[in-house]
């Protein structure tokens, strides 16, 4: 199985800076014969069911907001908050759908400093 | 709208069973697979099952296997998980899913809480 593991476990940003959130996977999860990373961006708020932010590790789903962006490739993949809002405290997971069992991360908490 | 609803939670002992229902809409469901995914109450997410468009297919997580079996009808629109042999470590919230670009979650239902204790 492949391993996801999220760092931070949880951090405080101040509103309106940045958020970084970072995602290893103990092996690649990039498919060679289309190029395409496997790996995609959920956002949990309290009393909801994930939602969708990014797939292909960097293609941002239809209506999330452009200050959330997915980059990396490989083992290694980054989601980025460029500007924090209140709306943004939630649990962020990462999870990579290349081979089966499909593994989430443990999931790092965002919240307001 | 796609939407999802499932239904069938409650609390039963350990060894007992349930079964899991989810109500599909808004989406051409006979043209996806569907997963289960499960949280436990403050942790993470967990993948446990999921079954091709035809039902011809079926994977499980290591650890349901031979006790946990999904299905669907695609008349009804629906998923189902039936859960059995239940253990305390099944107690978590079932979401239904459906899966789009091979194995990617989306959209979740609002998911119900299954919890297995004595």
């Known amino acids: 199985d492949i391993v996801m593991t999220q760092s931070p476990d949880s951090l405080a940003v101040s509103l309106g800076e940045r958020a970084t959130i970072n995602c290893k996977s103990s092996?690649?999860?990039?498919?060679?014969?289309?190029?395409?990373?496997?790996l995609g961006w959920f956002q949990q708020k309290p009393g909801q069911p994930p939602k969708l932010l990014i797939y292909?590790?960097?293609t941002r789903e239809s209506g999330v907001p452009d200050r959330f962006s997915g980059s990396g490739s490989g083992t290694d993949f980054t989601l980025t908050i460029s500007s924090l809002q209140a709306e943004d405290v939630a649990v962020y997971y990462c999870?990579?759908?290349?081979?089966?069992?499909?593994?989430f991360g443990q999931g790092t908490k965002v919240e307001i400093k | 709208e796609v939407q999802l609803v499932e239904s069938g939670g409650g609390l039963v002992q350990p060894g007992g069973s349930l079964r899991l229902s989810c109500a599909a809409s808004?989406?051409?469901?006979?043209?996806?697979?569907m997963s289960w995914v499960r949280q436990a109450p403050g942790k993470g997410l967990e993948w446990v099952a999921k079954?091709?468009?035809?039902?011809?297919?079926?994977y499980y997580l290591d650890s349901v296997k031979g006790r946990f079996t999904i299905s669907r009808d695609d008349a009804k629109n629906s998923l189902y998980l039936q859960m059995n042999g239940l253990r305390v470590e099944d107690t978590a919230v079932y979401y239904c899913?459906?899966?789009?670009?091979?194995?990617?979650?989306?959209?979740w239902g609002q998911g119900t809480l299954v919890t297995v204790s004595s």
């Open positions: 899913a459906r899966i789009r670009q091979q194995l990617l979650f989306d959209p």
């Open positions: 808004g989406f051409t469901f006979t043209t996806y697979w």
């Open positions: 079954i091709k468009e035809d039902g011809s297919e079926k």
């Open positions: 092996q690649s999860v990039l498919y060679l014969s289309n190029n395409k990373n496997y």
């Open positions: 292909w590790a960097s």
């Open positions: 999870q990579q759908y290349y081979s089966t069992p499909p593994t």
